[in-house]
């Protein structure tokens, strides 16, 4: 609707007032319809998403998971810190891909199953 507005000619304030009154809360703020506009003046028109070089957005994919897992199960010890500097991906992904994805917890300096088996009971008990 904005982009749409200022082909019309119609100024900022005027697409201000037109979205407050059609779409009233829901509307975008001020400060979005004069940023888009000051854009659309700029000649950036393009309302397509840009190339952005870094880091992928998100870091918890199946390769990720895979790296957490297989390290975890060669030292049940690991850290977030190890972890990290191995990956190079994100604290935040590095938690949520052990505790969410891979399902565990580490109470004790080991990295152990959220939720035991049968047989990792018996085996407590024979221990």
Sequence with gaps: MIIYDFKCNLTDQHSLAWLGSAFGDEAPCKTTIYNWFSEYKRGCVNLGD????GRPSTAVNN???????????RDRHMTY???????GI??????????KNLGM???C???IPHKLTKTHKTDRVTW
């Design 81 to 87: 810190h190890a972890i990290w500097a191995s990956l």
């Design 109 to 111: 300096l080991q990295w």
């Design 63 to 73: 390769k990720n998971i895979d790296s957490v897992r297989r390290m975890i199960e």
């Design 90 to 99: 994100g604290m935040s992904q590095i938690l949520s891909i052990i505790h």
């Design 105 to 107: 917890k580490k109470p």
């Design 50 to 53: 840009e190339f952005r070089d």
